[in-house]
């Protein structure tokens, strides 16, 4: 019988060259190591691929997936858990950092909470870190399910760990935004997901992250995927006329409040109105909160 990693570590790549070996190395100085990373690279432009050849051509662990063109990071993760092996699916993005702990504490929460199939733990926004005694890895503990992802998504891609039992895939391909939310309220919907407060990944602040607000651009393009996010959800899902009710008003409240911290209030008005087309908008405090931004901001 072939002897299956316990973790597979899914790595989208584009465009990363200069902190693509920190990331990688993360993974690879897990002190819980029987795993395999799929580093797939999306048709990157400049020398990601020569970086994720030289890791492979040294550790065996390394799966590298070279993608012909750049397809977005939703089918390059989709092509990395098609090829896992692994019976528990990571994802990290190639941005970003493990610390040494991290599936050492996935590892455990595992082991000790068998009836779960999916976890998430915290992560930090800043470079510093400092490692907890292994004995209090569980601390703080809290199951989500899909009420916790209606109103945000608290958690990214990078927290969560799940069974490749479930089968379950980026549903849109071609969405670039809000992608996140999309694939957790998908997975919530199936199953619930143990969440603990231990701090074990790191999320890089540059420039070239991808939601970027400060241009019309970005903020059309926020405004657009979120709410094809939430369509997309409500069709493809069979649930109630109430919680419909509650994404598509929390939806569009929402992005009527990030253009209107932008102050431009013509582009907000089409989203308040819809916002007022459901009655639970009028017991939410973000209606109330986009009508005072509209009146003095």
Request: aromatic share 12%.
């Amino acid at each position: 019988m072939p002897n299956y990693p316990f973790f597979s570590v899914i790595v989208p790549v584009f465009n990363r060259s200069e902190l693509l070996p920190e990331t990688i190395d993360s993974v690879l100085n897990q002190e819980y190591n029987n795993l395999e990373l799929l580093l797939i690279d999306d048709g990157s432009e400049d020398n990601s691929s020569s970086i994720i050849k030289l890791y492979s051509d040294k550790d065996n662990r390394i799966v590298p997936i070279y993608l012909k063109e750049n397809v977005g990071r939703c089918r390059a993760r989709n092509e990395g858990i098609k090829r896992a092996k692994g019976k528990w699916i990571c994802h990290l993005d190639s941005d970003d950092l493990y610390y040494s702990n991290h599936l050492l504490n996935l590892y455990n929460l595992i082991s000790k909470h068998s009836d779960y199939k999916a976890f998430a733990v915290n992560q930090n926004t800043n470079h510093k870190f400092i490692h907890k005694n292994y004995k209090d890895l569980m601390y703080d503990k809290v199951e989500w399910g899909i009420e916790r992802f209606i109103f945000d998504n608290p958690i990214t891609a990078n927290q969560l760990c799940f069974s490749r039992k479930l089968n379950i895939f980026w549903a849109d391909e071609r969405i670039p935004i809000s992608e996140d939310w999309l694939f957790m309220r998908n997975l919530a919907l199936r199953t619930p997901i143990l969440k603990t407060s231990e701090i074990t990944v790191n999320l890089r602040d540059h420039d070239n992250r991808t939601i970027q607000l400060d241009s019309n651009e970005g903020l059309e393009r926020f405004v657009h995927f979120n709410i094809y996010a939430a369509k997309k959800f409500i069709s493809d899902n069979e649930i109630s006329r109430n919680l419909k009710n509650k994404i598509m008003s929390h939806t569009y409240l929402m992005c009527a409040n990030v253009i209107l911290s932008k102050k431009k209030k013509l582009k907000a008005m089409p989203l308040i109105l819809k916002g007022f087309t459901y009655s639970v908008s009028f017991r939410k405090a973000l209606l109330y909160k986009a009508i005072f931004k509209f009146i003095f901001y």
